[in-house]
Protein backbone atom coordinates (compact mmCIF):
# COMPACT_ATOMS: atom_id res chain seq x y z
CA UNK A 1 0.00 0.00 0.00
CA UNK A 2 1.59 2.96 -1.39
CA UNK A 3 -0.21 5.17 1.10
CA UNK A 4 -3.37 5.21 3.77
CA UNK A 5 -5.64 7.48 5.94
CA UNK A 6 -6.13 4.00 8.45
CA UNK A 7 -4.35 4.23 11.53
CA UNK A 8 -2.46 0.73 11.73
CA UNK A 9 -3.15 -1.64 14.42
CA UNK A 10 -0.66 -0.77 17.93
CA UNK A 11 2.24 -3.20 17.43
CA UNK A 12 1.74 -3.57 20.98
CA UNK A 13 -1.61 -5.43 20.39
CA UNK A 14 -0.39 -7.16 17.89
CA UNK A 15 0.28 -11.21 18.68
CA UNK A 16 3.31 -12.26 15.43
CA UNK A 17 1.92 -15.96 15.77
CA UNK A 18 1.17 -18.68 17.98
CA UNK A 19 3.22 -21.38 18.81
CA UNK A 20 0.93 -24.17 17.87
CA UNK A 21 0.69 -21.57 14.46
CA UNK A 22 4.14 -21.32 13.74
CA UNK A 23 5.13 -25.09 14.99
CA UNK A 24 2.63 -25.66 11.45
CA UNK A 25 2.51 -22.83 9.11
CA UNK A 26 4.06 -23.40 5.80
CA UNK A 27 3.51 -21.55 2.30
CA UNK A 28 2.95 -22.39 -0.79
CA UNK A 29 2.12 -18.76 -2.05
CA UNK A 30 1.66 -18.86 -5.53
CA UNK A 31 -1.85 -18.46 -4.98
CA UNK A 32 -1.56 -16.35 -1.48
CA UNK A 33 -2.08 -19.19 0.65
CA UNK A 34 -1.10 -20.48 3.54
CA UNK A 35 -1.14 -24.52 4.37
CA UNK A 36 0.35 -26.99 6.64
CA UNK A 37 3.51 -29.29 5.16
CA UNK A 38 3.81 -33.03 7.06
CA UNK A 39 6.78 -32.73 8.81
CA UNK A 40 9.43 -35.21 7.83
CA UNK A 41 13.24 -35.89 8.73
CA UNK A 42 15.66 -33.79 6.92
CA UNK A 43 17.60 -36.92 5.01
CA UNK A 44 21.25 -34.66 5.18
CA UNK A 45 22.35 -33.89 7.97
CA UNK A 46 24.77 -31.29 7.28
CA UNK A 47 22.23 -28.71 5.84
CA UNK A 48 23.32 -25.45 6.00
CA UNK A 49 21.23 -22.01 6.30
CA UNK A 50 21.83 -21.44 2.66
CA UNK A 51 20.14 -24.65 1.60
CA UNK A 52 17.50 -23.69 3.61
CA UNK A 53 16.81 -20.50 2.70
CA UNK A 54 17.31 -21.63 -1.35
CA UNK A 55 17.30 -19.17 -4.45
CA UNK A 56 13.66 -18.64 -4.62
CA UNK A 57 11.63 -16.43 -1.77
CA UNK A 58 10.18 -19.90 -0.05
CA UNK A 59 12.04 -22.06 1.56
CA UNK A 60 12.53 -25.98 -0.47
CA UNK A 61 12.49 -27.73 2.80
CA UNK A 62 9.50 -25.99 3.98
CA UNK A 63 7.86 -28.35 6.77
CA UNK A 64 10.54 -30.51 7.52
CA UNK A 65 12.53 -30.84 10.52
CA UNK A 66 16.34 -30.21 9.94
CA UNK A 67 18.79 -31.32 12.83
CA UNK A 68 22.46 -29.31 13.80
CA UNK A 69 22.01 -26.43 11.16
CA UNK A 70 25.28 -24.15 12.47
CA UNK A 71 25.86 -20.49 12.32
CA UNK A 72 26.91 -17.39 15.01
CA UNK A 73 24.03 -15.31 16.30
CA UNK A 74 23.78 -12.13 15.37
CA UNK A 75 20.85 -10.30 16.79
CA UNK A 76 18.53 -11.21 19.25
CA UNK A 77 14.73 -10.01 19.95
CA UNK A 78 13.38 -10.34 23.64
CA UNK A 79 9.78 -8.09 22.62
CA UNK A 80 7.12 -8.76 20.18
CA UNK A 81 8.17 -11.55 17.92
CA UNK A 82 10.38 -12.35 20.44
CA UNK A 83 13.70 -15.22 18.92
CA UNK A 84 17.11 -14.53 17.45
CA UNK A 85 19.13 -14.53 13.57
CA UNK A 86 22.06 -16.81 13.26
CA UNK A 87 24.19 -16.95 10.31
CA UNK A 88 26.43 -19.26 8.40
CA UNK A 89 30.09 -18.30 8.74
CA UNK A 90 31.05 -20.30 5.57
CA UNK A 91 28.85 -19.11 3.03
CA UNK A 92 28.13 -20.67 -0.52
CA UNK A 93 29.20 -18.03 -2.92
CA UNK A 94 25.86 -17.75 -4.56
CA UNK A 95 24.37 -14.50 -4.51
CA UNK A 96 20.99 -15.58 -4.52
CA UNK A 97 20.95 -17.23 -1.31
CA UNK A 98 21.14 -15.83 1.65
CA UNK A 99 23.02 -16.85 4.44
CA UNK A 100 21.42 -15.75 7.87
CA UNK A 101 18.20 -17.04 9.15
CA UNK A 102 15.15 -15.96 12.13
CA UNK A 103 14.79 -18.67 14.79
CA UNK A 104 11.17 -17.90 15.92
CA UNK A 105 11.55 -19.00 20.10
CA UNK A 106 8.24 -17.65 21.02
CA UNK A 107 9.67 -17.30 24.48
CA UNK A 108 12.51 -15.28 25.63
CA UNK A 109 15.62 -16.23 23.62
CA UNK A 110 18.78 -17.49 25.77
CA UNK A 111 21.64 -16.89 23.61
CA UNK A 112 23.64 -14.22 23.10
CA UNK A 113 24.93 -11.97 20.06
CA UNK A 114 28.18 -13.79 19.29
CA UNK A 115 27.19 -17.42 20.25
CA UNK A 116 28.01 -20.05 17.99
CA UNK A 117 24.75 -22.48 17.93
CA UNK A 118 23.62 -25.27 16.65
CA UNK A 119 19.36 -25.42 15.41
CA UNK A 120 17.57 -28.30 14.96
CA UNK A 121 13.58 -27.35 14.19
CA UNK A 122 10.91 -26.88 11.67
CA UNK A 123 11.56 -24.58 8.35
CA UNK A 124 8.34 -22.67 8.31
CA UNK A 125 7.11 -19.88 6.05
CA UNK A 126 5.36 -16.86 8.04
CA UNK A 127 3.57 -14.66 6.28
CA UNK A 128 3.45 -10.98 8.39
CA UNK A 129 -0.39 -10.14 8.23
CA UNK A 130 -1.63 -13.35 6.81
CA UNK A 131 -2.39 -14.94 3.29
CA UNK A 132 -4.83 -11.75 2.38
CA UNK A 133 -2.38 -9.24 3.37
CA UNK A 134 -0.36 -9.96 0.10
CA UNK A 135 3.31 -9.64 1.91
CA UNK A 136 5.73 -11.42 1.15
CA UNK A 137 6.86 -14.72 3.86
CA UNK A 138 9.55 -14.99 6.08
CA UNK A 139 11.62 -18.13 6.45
CA UNK A 140 12.33 -19.02 9.68
CA UNK A 141 12.88 -21.88 12.06
CA UNK A 142 10.10 -23.08 14.92
CA UNK A 143 10.16 -25.06 17.51
CA UNK A 144 13.37 -25.40 17.60
CA UNK A 145 15.93 -27.17 20.12
CA UNK A 146 19.19 -24.69 20.29
CA UNK A 147 22.80 -25.75 21.31
CA UNK A 148 25.58 -23.35 22.44
CA UNK A 149 28.77 -24.60 21.34
CA UNK A 150 30.62 -21.44 22.30
CA UNK A 151 30.29 -17.76 23.21
CA UNK A 152 32.11 -14.30 22.24
CA UNK A 153 32.49 -15.17 18.68
CA UNK A 154 33.05 -12.57 15.58
CA UNK A 155 29.98 -11.49 13.89
CA UNK A 156 30.29 -12.76 10.12
CA UNK A 157 31.12 -9.29 8.51
CA UNK A 158 28.11 -7.04 7.92
CA UNK A 159 26.99 -6.81 3.76
CA UNK A 160 26.52 -3.13 2.85
CA UNK A 161 23.28 -1.52 1.52
CA UNK A 162 24.17 1.53 -0.05
CA UNK A 163 23.73 2.92 -4.00
CA UNK A 164 25.92 1.14 -5.72
CA UNK A 165 24.31 -2.18 -4.38
CA UNK A 166 20.72 -1.81 -4.90
CA UNK A 167 19.40 -1.99 -8.38
CA UNK A 168 17.50 0.39 -10.03
CA UNK A 169 14.88 -1.52 -11.13
CA UNK A 170 12.42 -2.87 -8.01
CA UNK A 171 11.07 -6.24 -9.38
CA UNK A 172 10.46 -8.33 -12.92
CA UNK A 173 7.42 -6.15 -13.39
CA UNK A 174 7.75 -7.11 -17.79
CA UNK A 175 7.71 -11.06 -16.90
CA UNK A 176 4.80 -12.23 -17.32
CA UNK A 177 4.68 -14.33 -13.97
CA UNK A 178 5.38 -10.87 -12.19
CA UNK A 179 1.79 -10.17 -12.83
CA UNK A 180 0.55 -12.80 -10.03
CA UNK A 181 2.83 -14.27 -7.42
CA UNK A 182 6.76 -13.86 -7.83
CA UNK A 183 7.43 -16.30 -5.32
CA UNK A 184 8.57 -19.13 -7.48
CA UNK A 185 10.90 -17.22 -9.68
CA UNK A 186 14.96 -17.45 -9.23
CA UNK A 187 16.25 -14.44 -7.36
CA UNK A 188 18.17 -12.18 -9.27
CA UNK A 189 19.75 -9.94 -6.77
CA UNK A 190 21.75 -7.85 -9.44
CA UNK A 191 18.87 -7.04 -11.40
CA UNK A 192 15.92 -5.84 -9.44
CA UNK A 193 15.90 -4.63 -5.77
CA UNK A 194 13.10 -6.78 -4.30
CA UNK A 195 15.33 -9.83 -5.01
CA UNK A 196 18.51 -7.80 -3.79
CA UNK A 197 16.68 -7.55 -0.09
CA UNK A 198 15.14 -11.24 -0.65
CA UNK A 199 18.64 -12.60 -0.88
CA UNK A 200 19.85 -10.93 2.24
CA UNK A 201 16.86 -11.58 4.53
CA UNK A 202 17.73 -12.55 7.97
CA UNK A 203 21.60 -11.56 7.42
CA UNK A 204 23.59 -9.18 9.07
CA UNK A 205 23.88 -5.83 6.93
CA UNK A 206 25.00 -2.15 7.35
CA UNK A 207 24.38 1.04 6.02
CA UNK A 208 26.36 4.26 6.13
CA UNK A 209 25.12 7.71 6.86
CA UNK A 210 22.03 7.94 5.39
CA UNK A 211 18.94 10.49 4.98
CA UNK A 212 15.67 10.25 6.48
CA UNK A 213 12.71 9.83 3.95
CA UNK A 214 10.12 9.26 6.76
CA UNK A 215 9.98 10.30 10.21
CA UNK A 216 10.06 8.39 13.35
CA UNK A 217 6.49 7.26 14.12
CA UNK A 218 5.18 6.36 17.16
CA UNK A 219 6.42 2.73 17.31
CA UNK A 220 9.75 3.35 17.37
CA UNK A 221 10.61 2.87 13.83
CA UNK A 222 11.91 5.39 10.89
CA UNK A 223 12.88 5.30 6.99
CA UNK A 224 15.90 5.94 5.35
CA UNK A 225 17.29 6.08 1.70
CA UNK A 226 20.61 4.26 0.91
CA UNK A 227 19.99 6.14 -2.53
CA UNK A 228 20.40 9.75 -2.01
CA UNK A 229 19.97 10.89 -5.66
CA UNK A 230 16.55 8.85 -6.07
CA UNK A 231 13.73 11.54 -6.55
CA UNK A 232 14.32 14.08 -4.21
CA UNK A 233 12.81 17.14 -3.04
CA UNK A 234 14.12 19.99 -1.74
CA UNK A 235 12.87 19.49 1.81
CA UNK A 236 14.68 16.07 2.42
CA UNK A 237 12.60 13.58 1.25
CA UNK A 238 11.82 11.22 -1.68
CA UNK A 239 8.61 11.55 -3.91
CA UNK A 240 6.63 9.17 -5.27
CA UNK A 241 5.47 9.75 -8.71
CA UNK A 242 4.33 6.67 -10.70
CA UNK A 243 3.37 3.22 -10.11
CA UNK A 244 6.23 2.11 -12.15
CA UNK A 245 8.58 3.64 -11.29
CA UNK A 246 9.35 2.54 -6.87
CA UNK A 247 12.01 4.46 -4.63
CA UNK A 248 13.86 1.76 -4.46
CA UNK A 249 16.57 2.95 -2.01
CA UNK A 250 13.74 3.21 0.62
CA UNK A 251 14.88 0.92 3.86
CA UNK A 252 12.78 0.44 7.13
CA UNK A 253 15.09 0.68 10.31
CA UNK A 254 13.82 -0.80 13.70
CA UNK A 255 16.20 -1.12 16.72
CA UNK A 256 16.55 -4.40 18.49
CA UNK A 257 17.16 -2.97 22.07
CA UNK A 258 14.28 -2.00 23.87
CA UNK A 259 12.73 1.55 23.85
CA UNK A 260 13.21 1.34 27.84
CA UNK A 261 16.88 0.65 27.70
CA UNK A 262 17.58 2.65 24.82
CA UNK A 263 15.14 5.20 23.73
CA UNK A 264 14.60 5.63 19.89
CA UNK A 265 15.80 8.37 18.41
CA UNK A 266 13.01 11.17 17.45
CA UNK A 267 14.06 12.35 13.28
CA UNK A 268 12.37 14.60 10.75
CA UNK A 269 12.40 14.25 6.87
CA UNK A 270 15.83 15.48 5.78
CA UNK A 271 17.95 14.12 9.00
CA UNK A 272 20.26 11.91 8.70
CA UNK A 273 21.00 8.71 10.65
CA UNK A 274 24.64 8.80 10.56
CA UNK A 275 27.67 6.60 11.49
CA UNK A 276 26.96 2.90 11.67
CA UNK A 277 23.88 0.98 11.76
CA UNK A 278 24.03 -2.31 11.56
CA UNK A 279 22.05 -5.72 12.30
CA UNK A 280 20.05 -8.67 10.94
CA UNK A 281 17.68 -7.71 7.69
CA UNK A 282 13.90 -8.72 8.95
CA UNK A 283 10.98 -8.43 7.05
CA UNK A 284 7.61 -6.97 8.91
CA UNK A 285 4.04 -6.53 8.16
CA UNK A 286 4.52 -3.02 8.21
CA UNK A 287 6.66 -2.23 5.69
CA UNK A 288 8.44 -5.02 4.35
CA UNK A 289 11.98 -4.93 4.35
CA UNK A 290 13.43 -3.98 7.41
CA UNK A 291 16.91 -3.41 9.29
CA UNK A 292 16.52 -4.70 12.72
CA UNK A 293 19.63 -2.44 14.07
CA UNK A 294 22.26 -4.30 16.85
CA UNK A 295 23.65 -0.73 16.32
CA UNK A 296 21.74 2.17 15.70
CA UNK A 297 23.63 5.45 14.60
CA UNK A 298 23.03 8.97 15.68
CA UNK A 299 20.83 11.33 14.50
CA UNK A 300 21.42 14.47 12.91
CA UNK A 301 19.13 17.27 12.44
CA UNK A 302 18.84 19.00 9.03
CA UNK A 303 16.94 22.10 10.62
CA UNK A 304 13.28 21.34 8.88
CA UNK A 305 11.12 23.75 9.03
CA UNK A 306 7.82 24.27 9.11
CA UNK A 307 6.26 26.16 6.09
CA UNK A 308 3.79 29.19 6.16
CA UNK A 309 1.83 30.33 3.09
CA UNK A 310 1.15 33.66 1.95
CA UNK A 311 -1.82 35.91 2.99
CA UNK A 312 -4.46 35.92 0.11
CA UNK A 313 -4.69 39.90 -1.53
CA UNK A 314 -7.67 41.55 -0.77
CA UNK A 315 -8.98 40.30 -4.11
CA UNK A 316 -8.06 36.48 -3.77
CA UNK A 317 -10.45 33.90 -2.63
CA UNK A 318 -8.55 31.57 -0.57
CA UNK A 319 -9.91 27.87 -0.45
CA UNK A 320 -8.08 25.56 1.84
CA UNK A 321 -8.66 21.73 2.99
CA UNK A 322 -7.20 20.34 6.09
CA UNK A 323 -7.43 16.08 7.13
CA UNK A 324 -7.51 16.89 11.22
CA UNK A 325 -7.10 13.49 12.04
CA UNK A 326 -9.68 12.22 13.81
CA UNK A 327 -10.70 15.64 15.72
CA UNK A 328 -13.43 15.36 18.77
CA UNK A 329 -13.67 16.94 22.08
CA UNK A 330 -11.48 14.03 23.98
CA UNK A 331 -8.77 14.95 22.43
CA UNK A 332 -6.12 17.09 24.51
CA UNK A 333 -6.98 20.97 24.08
CA UNK A 334 -3.12 20.92 23.09
CA UNK A 335 -4.50 19.37 19.85
CA UNK A 336 -6.87 21.72 19.06
CA UNK A 337 -4.64 24.74 19.49
CA UNK A 338 -1.84 23.17 17.74
CA UNK A 339 -4.07 22.62 14.71
CA UNK A 340 -5.86 26.22 14.99
CA UNK A 341 -2.04 27.91 15.17
CA UNK A 342 -1.44 26.22 12.05
CA UNK A 343 -4.71 27.37 10.16
CA UNK A 344 -3.84 31.22 11.63
CA UNK A 345 0.21 30.85 11.04
CA UNK A 346 1.00 28.43 8.95
CA UNK A 347 -2.16 28.57 6.30
CA UNK A 348 -3.14 32.19 6.92
CA UNK A 349 -6.38 32.32 7.84
CA UNK A 350 -7.89 30.87 4.31
CA UNK A 351 -11.25 32.37 3.63
CA UNK A 352 -12.90 28.87 3.07
CA UNK A 353 -11.31 25.76 4.98
CA UNK A 354 -12.79 22.57 4.09
CA UNK A 355 -12.15 19.84 7.10
CA UNK A 356 -11.81 15.96 6.94
CA UNK A 357 -12.60 13.35 10.21
CA UNK A 358 -14.71 15.64 12.10
CA UNK A 359 -15.48 13.35 14.55
CA UNK A 360 -18.69 13.62 16.60
CA UNK A 361 -19.43 14.95 20.10
CA UNK A 362 -18.64 12.05 21.87
CA UNK A 363 -15.94 11.23 19.20
CA UNK A 364 -15.46 6.97 19.13
CA UNK A 365 -18.11 6.57 21.84
CA UNK A 366 -20.87 4.08 19.90
CA UNK A 367 -23.90 5.56 21.08
CA UNK A 368 -26.00 7.05 18.81
CA UNK A 369 -24.70 10.93 19.06
CA UNK A 370 -23.83 12.41 15.65
CA UNK A 371 -23.87 16.05 15.64
CA UNK A 372 -20.55 17.90 15.99
CA UNK A 373 -21.23 21.12 17.58
CA UNK A 374 -18.67 20.49 20.09
CA UNK A 375 -16.29 19.42 18.05
CA UNK A 376 -16.67 22.83 15.48
CA UNK A 377 -17.19 25.16 18.11
CA UNK A 378 -14.08 24.19 20.30
CA UNK A 379 -12.16 24.20 16.99
CA UNK A 380 -13.53 27.69 15.82
CA UNK A 381 -13.08 29.06 19.28
CA UNK A 382 -9.54 27.84 19.41
CA UNK A 383 -8.94 29.33 16.17
CA UNK A 384 -10.19 32.81 17.38
CA UNK A 385 -8.00 32.35 20.90
CA UNK A 386 -4.93 31.87 18.28
CA UNK A 387 -5.35 35.37 16.68
CA UNK A 388 -7.76 34.26 13.45
CA UNK A 389 -11.01 35.24 12.55
CA UNK A 390 -14.22 33.75 13.88
CA UNK A 391 -14.81 31.57 11.44
CA UNK A 392 -18.82 30.48 10.98
CA UNK A 393 -19.51 26.32 9.77
CA UNK A 394 -22.10 24.56 7.40
CA UNK A 395 -21.77 20.89 8.16
CA UNK A 396 -24.29 18.02 7.68
CA UNK A 397 -24.59 15.47 10.52
CA UNK A 398 -24.16 11.61 9.19
CA UNK A 399 -26.24 8.76 9.65
CA UNK A 400 -24.84 7.06 12.81
CA UNK A 401 -21.94 4.45 11.73
CA UNK A 402 -22.83 4.97 7.79
CA UNK A 403 -19.90 6.69 6.74
CA UNK A 404 -17.27 4.94 7.66
CA UNK A 405 -14.10 5.76 9.96
CA UNK A 406 -13.26 4.87 13.51
CA UNK A 407 -16.03 2.99 14.65
CA UNK A 408 -18.53 5.12 16.62
CA UNK A 409 -16.91 8.57 15.34
CA UNK A 410 -18.83 9.43 12.86
CA UNK A 411 -16.26 11.17 10.93
CA UNK A 412 -17.26 14.29 8.68
CA UNK A 413 -16.26 17.08 6.31
CA UNK A 414 -17.40 20.48 7.09
CA UNK A 415 -16.82 23.84 5.88
CA UNK A 416 -15.50 26.79 7.97
CA UNK A 417 -15.33 30.42 6.15
CA UNK A 418 -15.02 33.78 7.52
CA UNK A 419 -17.81 35.86 7.09
CA UNK A 420 -15.68 38.94 6.83
CA UNK A 421 -14.76 37.86 3.43
CA UNK A 422 -17.06 35.44 2.01
CA UNK A 423 -20.62 34.62 2.66
CA UNK A 424 -22.71 31.03 2.54
CA UNK A 425 -25.40 30.54 0.54
CA UNK A 426 -27.39 28.43 2.65
CA UNK A 427 -30.60 26.55 0.87
CA UNK A 428 -32.34 24.59 3.49
CA UNK A 429 -33.46 20.82 2.97
CA UNK A 430 -30.47 19.02 2.72
CA UNK A 431 -29.77 16.45 5.11
CA UNK A 432 -27.51 12.40 5.07
CA UNK A 433 -29.78 11.46 3.03
CA UNK A 434 -31.16 13.88 0.25
CA UNK A 435 -29.10 14.68 -2.61
CA UNK A 436 -28.44 18.38 -3.40
CA UNK A 437 -29.18 19.11 -6.76
CA UNK A 438 -28.49 21.76 -9.53
CA UNK A 439 -30.56 24.20 -11.32
CA UNK A 440 -30.34 27.50 -13.04
CA UNK A 441 -30.56 30.73 -11.50
CA UNK A 442 -30.38 34.07 -12.84
CA UNK A 443 -28.60 32.47 -15.66
CA UNK A 444 -26.13 30.73 -14.03
CA UNK A 445 -26.06 27.27 -11.69
CA UNK A 446 -27.15 26.89 -8.39
CA UNK A 447 -27.76 24.21 -5.52
CA UNK A 448 -31.29 23.06 -4.62
CA UNK A 449 -29.36 22.23 -1.10
CA UNK A 450 -26.73 24.41 0.59
CA UNK A 451 -24.92 22.93 2.27
CA UNK A 452 -26.12 19.46 0.91
CA UNK A 453 -24.70 16.02 -0.15
CA UNK A 454 -23.89 14.37 -3.26
CA UNK A 455 -25.54 11.77 -4.57
CA UNK A 456 -25.60 9.95 -0.75
CA UNK A 457 -27.59 7.22 -2.02
CA UNK A 458 -25.05 6.17 -4.87
CA UNK A 459 -23.58 2.70 -3.73
CA UNK A 460 -20.49 4.25 -4.75
CA UNK A 461 -20.90 6.09 -1.13
CA UNK A 462 -21.24 2.99 1.24
CA UNK A 463 -19.76 2.83 4.37
CA UNK A 464 -18.14 6.14 3.51
CA UNK A 465 -17.81 9.46 3.73
CA UNK A 466 -20.33 11.40 1.47
CA UNK A 467 -18.96 14.72 -0.63
CA UNK A 468 -20.29 18.01 1.07
CA UNK A 469 -21.52 20.74 -1.50
CA UNK A 470 -21.89 24.14 -0.43
CA UNK A 471 -22.31 27.66 -2.63
CA UNK A 472 -20.28 30.69 -1.49
CA UNK A 473 -20.49 34.45 -2.67
CA UNK A 474 -16.58 36.31 -2.88
CA UNK A 475 -17.06 39.59 -4.12
CA UNK A 476 -20.27 38.92 -5.80
CA UNK A 477 -19.19 35.79 -7.91
CA UNK A 478 -20.59 32.95 -7.04
CA UNK A 479 -18.46 29.71 -5.73
CA UNK A 480 -19.11 25.88 -5.39
CA UNK A 481 -17.00 23.92 -2.99
CA UNK A 482 -17.44 20.30 -2.89
CA UNK A 483 -15.31 18.33 0.22
CA UNK A 484 -14.50 15.15 -0.35
CA UNK A 485 -13.40 12.18 1.79
CA UNK A 486 -12.69 9.04 -0.29
CA UNK A 487 -12.29 6.38 0.56
CA UNK A 488 -8.80 4.81 2.42
CA UNK A 489 -6.45 2.53 0.59
CA UNK A 490 -7.37 0.04 3.05
CA UNK A 491 -6.82 -3.20 2.01
CA UNK A 492 -4.53 -3.23 -0.98
CA UNK A 493 -1.29 -5.03 -1.40
CA UNK A 494 2.10 -3.54 -0.26
CA UNK A 495 4.52 -2.37 -2.42
CA UNK A 496 7.03 -5.24 -1.03
CA UNK A 497 4.19 -7.85 -1.44
CA UNK A 498 4.66 -11.17 -3.47
CA UNK A 499 2.41 -10.01 -5.62
CA UNK A 500 3.68 -7.39 -8.55
CA UNK A 501 2.61 -5.47 -9.27
CA UNK A 502 0.37 -5.14 -6.09
CA UNK A 503 -3.21 -5.37 -6.32
CA UNK A 504 -5.10 -2.30 -5.47
CA UNK A 505 -8.41 -3.38 -4.73
CA UNK A 506 -9.61 -0.09 -2.76
CA UNK A 507 -9.29 1.79 -6.17
CA UNK A 508 -12.61 0.48 -6.83
CA UNK A 509 -14.68 2.00 -4.76
CA UNK A 510 -12.87 5.58 -4.99
CA UNK A 511 -12.71 5.09 -8.85
CA UNK A 512 -16.68 4.94 -8.84
CA UNK A 513 -16.77 7.73 -6.19
CA UNK A 514 -14.76 9.73 -8.26
CA UNK A 515 -17.08 9.62 -11.12
CA UNK A 516 -20.45 10.20 -9.06
CA UNK A 517 -18.27 13.41 -8.17
CA UNK A 518 -17.21 14.24 -11.74
CA UNK A 519 -21.26 13.59 -12.87
CA UNK A 520 -22.28 16.05 -10.45
CA UNK A 521 -19.94 18.71 -11.61
CA UNK A 522 -20.55 17.97 -14.92
CA UNK A 523 -24.25 18.93 -14.13
CA UNK A 524 -22.92 22.49 -12.46
CA UNK A 525 -21.26 23.24 -15.82
CA UNK A 526 -24.14 22.33 -17.90
CA UNK A 527 -25.85 24.78 -16.05
CA UNK A 528 -23.51 27.06 -16.19
CA UNK A 529 -20.54 26.76 -18.52
CA UNK A 530 -18.24 29.23 -16.53
CA UNK A 531 -19.27 28.05 -13.09
CA UNK A 532 -16.27 28.30 -10.77
CA UNK A 533 -15.93 24.96 -9.27
CA UNK A 534 -13.21 23.63 -6.59
CA UNK A 535 -13.59 19.77 -5.82
CA UNK A 536 -11.05 19.29 -2.83
CA UNK A 537 -9.95 17.05 0.46
CA UNK A 538 -8.58 13.76 1.62
CA UNK A 539 -8.57 11.76 -2.38
CA UNK A 540 -6.33 9.05 -0.81
CA UNK A 541 -5.23 8.58 -4.15
CA UNK A 542 -2.55 10.41 -6.32
CA UNK A 543 -2.41 13.13 -9.04
CA UNK A 544 -1.75 9.95 -12.01
CA UNK A 545 -4.12 7.93 -10.62
CA UNK A 546 -6.73 6.15 -11.92
CA UNK A 547 -9.25 7.70 -9.72
CA UNK A 548 -7.95 11.65 -10.49
CA UNK A 549 -8.56 10.67 -14.07
CA UNK A 550 -11.80 9.91 -13.12
CA UNK A 551 -12.58 13.61 -11.34
CA UNK A 552 -11.11 14.97 -14.65
CA UNK A 553 -13.13 13.29 -17.39
CA UNK A 554 -14.46 14.99 -20.18
CA UNK A 555 -12.04 18.19 -18.60
CA UNK A 556 -14.73 18.95 -16.34
CA UNK A 557 -11.77 19.62 -13.23
CA UNK A 558 -7.98 19.83 -13.50
CA UNK A 559 -5.65 19.33 -10.35
CA UNK A 560 -4.35 21.81 -9.30
CA UNK A 561 -1.43 20.21 -7.93
CA UNK A 562 0.00 19.84 -11.13
CA UNK A 563 1.08 23.29 -11.41
CA UNK A 564 3.84 22.43 -8.91
CA UNK A 565 6.98 20.68 -10.12
CA UNK A 566 7.22 17.52 -9.41
CA UNK A 567 9.49 17.09 -6.30
CA UNK A 568 6.89 19.55 -4.34
CA UNK A 569 3.82 17.35 -5.23
CA UNK A 570 3.34 15.70 -1.94
CA UNK A 571 0.47 15.92 1.10
CA UNK A 572 1.46 12.79 3.30
CA UNK A 573 4.94 10.35 3.72
CA UNK A 574 4.06 6.71 3.99
CA UNK A 575 7.14 4.19 4.43
CA UNK A 576 9.25 6.53 3.05
CA UNK A 577 7.55 7.88 -0.19
CA UNK A 578 6.61 11.64 -0.23
CA UNK A 579 3.21 11.46 -2.38
CA UNK A 580 0.04 13.31 -3.15
CA UNK A 581 -3.13 11.86 -1.32
CA UNK A 582 -4.97 15.03 -0.73
CA UNK A 583 -6.33 17.45 -3.73
CA UNK A 584 -8.04 20.70 -5.02
CA UNK A 585 -9.28 20.00 -8.72
CA UNK A 586 -10.37 23.28 -10.58
CA UNK A 587 -13.33 23.76 -13.03
CA UNK A 588 -12.04 25.60 -16.67
CA UNK A 589 -13.51 28.77 -14.78
CA UNK A 590 -10.97 28.74 -11.87
CA UNK A 591 -7.81 30.26 -13.92
CA UNK A 592 -4.22 32.17 -12.85
CA UNK A 593 -4.61 30.20 -9.53
CA UNK A 594 -1.37 29.78 -7.03
CA UNK A 595 -1.70 26.27 -5.31
CA UNK A 596 0.83 25.63 -2.23
CA UNK A 597 0.91 22.28 -0.84
CA UNK A 598 1.84 23.44 2.73
CA UNK A 599 4.06 21.39 4.68
CA UNK A 600 3.82 21.30 8.34
CA UNK A 601 2.66 17.63 9.60
CA UNK A 602 3.65 14.72 7.23
CA UNK A 603 7.75 14.94 7.39
CA UNK A 604 7.59 15.64 10.74
CA UNK A 605 7.93 13.18 13.93
CA UNK A 606 5.54 15.32 15.90
CA UNK A 607 2.43 15.90 14.17
CA UNK A 608 -0.88 17.20 14.92
CA UNK A 609 -2.42 15.33 12.04
CA UNK A 610 -0.94 12.81 9.15
CA UNK A 611 -1.23 14.99 6.25
CA UNK A 612 -0.44 18.34 5.00
CA UNK A 613 -2.79 21.10 3.97
CA UNK A 614 -3.41 22.51 0.73
CA UNK A 615 -3.97 25.60 -0.19
CA UNK A 616 -5.72 27.50 -3.06
CA UNK A 617 -5.82 31.31 -4.21
CA UNK A 618 -7.14 32.68 -7.10
CA UNK A 619 -9.61 36.28 -8.39
CA UNK A 620 -12.88 35.20 -9.23
Known sequence: MAGSSARPVPRAALTRRSPAVAALCAAALGAGLLVAASPSAAADATLRIHDIQGDTRTSPLVGQRVSAVPGVVTGVRSYGSRGFWFQETRPD???????????????????????????SGTVTEYIPGGTSSGNQSLTQLSQPTVTVVSSGNPLPPARVVDA???PARYTPAGDPAAQGSINSLPLRPRSYALDFYESLEGMNVRIGSSRVVGATDPYAELWVTVKPGERPNARGGTVYGSYTAQNTGRLQVQQLAPAAESPFPQADVGDRLTGRTEGPLDYNQYGG??????????????????????????????????????????????????????????????????????????????????SAEQTLRRFTDAVVAAGGPRYDWRSIDPVDKADGGEPGGNI???????????????????????????????????????????????????????????????????????????????GDEPLAGHRQPPTRSSETQRHAQAASVNTFVRKLLAADGKAKVLVLGDINDFEFSGTTKALTAGGALKPAVLSLPRAERYSYVYQGNSQILDQILVSPAVKHFRYDSVHINAEFADQNSDHDPQVLRFRP
Open 164 to 166: RAV
Open 289 to 370: YTLAARELGEVKGGGLKRERTRRQAAGELAVATYNVENLDPGDPQEKFDALARAVVTNLASPDVLALEEIQDDNGPADDGTV
Open 412 to 490: RQAFLFNPARVSFTDRPGGDATTATGVVRERGGAALTHSPGRVDPADTAWQNSRKPLAGEFTFRGERVFVVANHFASKG
Open 93 to 119: GDPATSEGLFVFTSGAPTVKTGDAVEV
